[in-house]
């Protein structure tokens, strides 16, 4: 039996949020219920953020509230602030999200704060939801390249990192959040990240707009990073990084994975009906 490899499947969240049309709600249920049954860990499902900034992320707690949950199964939320985490833990999200930037630029255009400024604010939340028991991920958007400020050093990164696991983030994943890393860009920055962070804490979360997400995957893989987000469909991208493309697809990183003979526990049938189903609603086809 080869060694396993955790997809988190990020599509109704990090794939959705991006998508033009208002997709109505029962459509994110009816997807997120599909993945339910493909054998993922966790699922990230919405997001409580400011409607104003993002529209389409609105209805997070009828997502969470009209889901069949299944036993086995975490479902995961990203929260920016108390107001965020609050929505989060009435909804009974299973595990919450924090999310910063390795670069000012993003940081400013998304959360409309400086990198520092907003790991104080996740700083409150983190301890409050650890307090609760809640696990906290924490993403770190631009860890190559950021759309307003370009190369981003992997030091910054390693910095952001810091903080996150200091503040009580029990996970950190690495956004290359519009897809322009190359692997040698990948490699320096995990070199930089392992220098203040474990191993076994660490996620991949790469963007394909340069088609070089998989070649992303085995840099980290041959780092030892065991954990990697991707979303069925290739759906996403994100409002605040122009230039942003689809997440890496699911369906792709689970051939590559097992190829290489790592067990996903996927049932790749179901994850392929599910990219179907998430490419129809990019499509308004119900
Ligand atoms: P702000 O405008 O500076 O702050 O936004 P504010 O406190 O003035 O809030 C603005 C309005 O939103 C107010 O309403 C608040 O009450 C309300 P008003 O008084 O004007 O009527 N508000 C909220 N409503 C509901 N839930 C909340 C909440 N907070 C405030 N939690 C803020 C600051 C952080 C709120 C805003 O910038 C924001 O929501 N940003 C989130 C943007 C986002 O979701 N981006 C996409 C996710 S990140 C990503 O995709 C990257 C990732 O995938 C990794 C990768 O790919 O690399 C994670
Ligand atoms: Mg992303």
Redo the contacts with the bound molecule.
Sequence with gaps: MGETVEIVE?GPR?GL?NEARLIPTDEKIALVDLLSCAGFRRIEVA????????PQ?ADGAEVLAGIRRTDGVRYMA????M??LE?ARAAKADEI?V?ASASEGFSKA????SVIESLGRFDGVVRAATADGLTVRG?I??VTDCPFDGPVPPSQVAVVASALEAMGCNEI?L???IGRGTPEAVDAMLEAVLNVAEMDMLAG?F?DTSGRALDNVDVALARGVRIFDSAVGGLGG???APGAAGNLATEALDAHLTTLGYVTGLNRAVVAKAGRMAREMRHGGG
């Design positions: 990020v990090d949020q997001s409580f953020v400011s409607p104003k900034w993002v992320m990203l929260t920016p602030n107001r965020g929505g999200a999310f998304n959360l409309n704060a993403y958007s631009c994943s956004g290359d959040t979360h963007h994100c409002p605040y």
